[in-house]
């Protein structure tokens, strides 16, 4: 059983950064492909990026590809999201997950492990 933790979500203005982090434990950290992923009020939980267990292949969906960066550290169990040039339409609960497997993916049923969540506020 993997239990998941974000932390750094916040307030911020539009065109500011935050960087993401998720603590992982209970599990072999290096074992799972990890994703990032968000909902905002009224809609759906919708892909945001992904990253295998090794870190060399990554993925974004095409409204975050060129702010937001995807990374892992298998040492420290922690799988990050760097947001930059942010817009209030990121406003929504992040949410960080595990998968396991050999493929990446970008659909929320294909993952295991789900952390609570953290939210991000991006204010005009």
């Known amino acids: 059983q993997v239990q998941l933790v974000e932390s750094g979500g916040g307030l911020v203005q539009a065109g500011g950064s935050l960087r993401l982090s998720c603590a992982a434990s209970?599990?072999?950290?290096?074992?799972?492909?990890m994703g990032w992923f968000r909902q905002a009020p009224g809609k759906e939980r919708e892909f945001v990026s992904t990253?295998?267990?090794?870190?060399?292949?990554?993925s974004y969906a095409d409204s975050v590809k060129g702010r937001f960066t995807i990374s892992r550290d298998n040492a420290k169990n922690t799988v990050y999201l760097q947001m930059n040039s942010l817009k209030p339409e990121d406003t929504a609960v992040y949410y960080c997950?595990?998968?396991?497997?050999?493929?990446?993916?970008?659909?929320?049923?294909?993952?295991?492990?789900w952390g609570q969540g953290t939210l991000v506020t991006v204010s005009s």
């Open positions: 997950a595990a998968s396991s497997g050999l493929q990446i993916h970008n659909t929320p049923k294909r993952y295991n492990y």
């Open positions: 990253i295998t267990w090794t870190g060399g292949l990554r």
């Open positions: 209970g599990g072999t950290f290096s074992n799972y492909n």
